[in-house]
Structures are given as C-alpha cells and as structure tokens.
C-alpha cells in the first residue's frame, strides 16, 4: 500500500531546500530508515517507530524495516493556476494524485530571500494555494452537479447519491470552505464523494518553516498558522529548513550533539513523517522474527484479513486466523514465548479489527 504526500507552496518559503534535506537525510540513515528515490521527484522514507527498534531487539531480527510514506515535491504555484496559469494544470493534476497535501510556509523574516509577495504573511500564503484549489473543485462540481440532479430527477439512484453529497461539497465551496468539510452519511456517499478526487477534500499539513532560533517553540507566524491549522480541524507542525539542512552528512552522533544544543529533541523531518503518517488515518502493525521485524501499515478500522493482504494477497484470500500479541505485552514478556505462556497470544478471525502496535503472525492457506 503505498501512501504519498504532496508537498505545495509558494516560491522561495522553503519547499524544496525541505524535500531535499528530507530525501537526504533518509539517504544518510539507510541502515535504519531507508530511503530511496522513485522518480526525480519522489522521495520514499521510512516511518521512525522506536518500537520497531525494541522488537527486533528482544527477537533478535537481522534486519529492520520499518513502513513507508513517500513525498512528492510539486511544481511550484502561481495565482491563475486553476485557469492553467504557470504549471498550473501540472501543479493541480499533481495534487489529484496524492493522499494528502503538505503545505510548506514562510514563518521567517530574511531580507535576502525575497517572497513573491514582498511580505510575510503565512495565513495569507495558504490562501492563495487554497482558493486556486478551491476555484478548480468549484469549476469541476458547478458543471457535475447540475447533471446529477436532473437524472436525479428522472429516478437514477446513483445520481441521486452525486447530487446529494456533491451538492453538499459544492456549497461548501461556494460558501469559501474546502469540500473535506463535507459529511457523507452512508457507504454510497463515502464512495462517491472519494470518487469525485477533489482537490480540497485532501487531509493537509501544515509546516511552518521557521528561522533556526525559533525552532523549538515556534515564533508568531507559526503561532498564526497553528490557530488556523486548529480552527480547519487540520494538523501544523514546526521546522526549520535551515537546521534541517545542517544535519545532512551528520552521522547520528553528531546530530544528536546538535539538536541537543538547539533545544531540540528531534528532527523536524521526523515530525513531519510522523504527523503526514497520522493525517493519512494510518496504523502500524509489526511481523517480528529472527530474519527480520517488519512494519506495515493499514487505515484505522482495516480488519485481519485486509492486515494480512498487506504482506501477499495469497493470505488475504486463504485467510485462516492472526495469531497478535498486543505491544505492550510483546515487550513486557520478553517475546512470543513469553506472551504465549502467560495467555497473551490471542487467536483473532476475520472480524478483528487491527490496533495499532499489534504483534501479528497469520495463517492461511491456498
């Protein structure tokens, strides 16, 4: 299953000095996050998980692989893009193809780099990305919908599932509001509505790119970013594409001295990893044994069977039963020996729901 994030933004707010050190980075700690690139512009990266570290520590595993995310770097955006303006059709045609969007803006002040619009202004940034993916779902739904209510009309059931939970995304959009705002109210419309690919329905990420100083509590741009992030329901995080620079070529050690002295406990690229991970509604279940500890990655509410598919399609469909370990007991008990002894290795059907951190070993048979 493969996940990719999109990251947009405006000219010279830090986009691409961020994608590189983040591709960089990863390429740098290939023995535990690797990273590899998939086209000029794609850079896969390992999901950081200590708890996969601890797994294989108590296994024994000779290799460590941990879940993926890739990002996509997107040309970059002009106003007019929903009229095809600059990259504009490459830029929004990007978009539709990825899982969720990073937005990456300015939160610093540098009278050497100049911003497209001669000031600082993040909220202001996000609104220009927004309204040009905002004018191109409404171009697209203002032309759908109509359709859909006249064969609505005439008794097409299909059409009348599009004209409802477009017509409701539409509104949205005409009232200055993305259409992820909208409420499918059953399967038909949940369908439907992710079959519309809109542009706005997109989970996003906010990354305030700040100066090094202010790298770990942010500054007041990023504190103006974090309220909107809070009052769309959306997720912002903090990064400073400078420090982030600094640590390519750093081996762990060194890094580590360095975010010390910066205040900081991390990387910024790990949070943003972590956080795309978390926007995409995703959970991690584990395969541990001698030969390796593996991460895989599922949506929240995915069941065993649906699990087990992720690691070959043959177990999916001769599913028999997963043998799962909770996490907490895995490493509590020393292992699947110790689990399975003290009655914590549970023998789960088609209808168990996967958690997150779930130990799992699935029987099938084809």
Known sequence: MGFRCGIVGLPNVGKSTLFNALTETQAAQAANYPFCTIEP?????????????KLAEIAGSAKIIPTQLSFVDIAGLV??????????????????????????LRCFENDDIQHVDNKVDPIADAETVE??????????????????????????KESKVIASVLGQALELLRDGKPARLTQPKDDDEARVFAQAQLLTAKPVLYVCNVEEEAAAEGNEFSARVFEKAKAEGATAVIVSAAI???????????RMVFLEEMGLHE????????????????????????????????????????????????MQRGFIRAET???????????????KEAGKLRQEGKEYLVHDGDVMHFKFNV
């Not at 106003?79 to 990456?104: P, T, W, Y």
Request: a negative charge.
């Open 131 to 156: 309204t040009e993916l905002l004018l191109s779902d409404l171009e697209s739904l203002e032309k759908r919908v109509p359709a859909a209510q006249k064969k609505a009309a005439q008794g097409d």
């Open 79 to 104: 106003r007019g893009a929903s009229k095809g303006e600059g990259l504009g059709n490459q830029f929004l045609g990007n978009i539709r193809e990825v899982d969720a969007v990073v937005h990456v």
């Open 325 to 339: 370990i909770a996490y907490d007991d895995y490493v509590a008990l020393n292992g699947e020996a110790g689990a």
């Open 267 to 314: 990387t910024g690229l790990a949070r943003i990893i972590r956080a795309g991970y978390d926007l995409l509604g995703l959970l991690t279940f584990f395969t541990v044994g001698p030969k390796e500890a593996r991460a895989w990655t599922v949506h929240k509410g995915a069941k065993a069977p649906e699990a087990a598919g992720e690691i070959h399609s043959d």
């Open 41 to 53: 512009n794609v850079g896969q990266v390992g999901v950081p998980d200590p708890r996969l570290d």
């Open 244 to 254: 982030e620079s600094e640590l390519v070529g750093m081996d762990i050690e060194e």
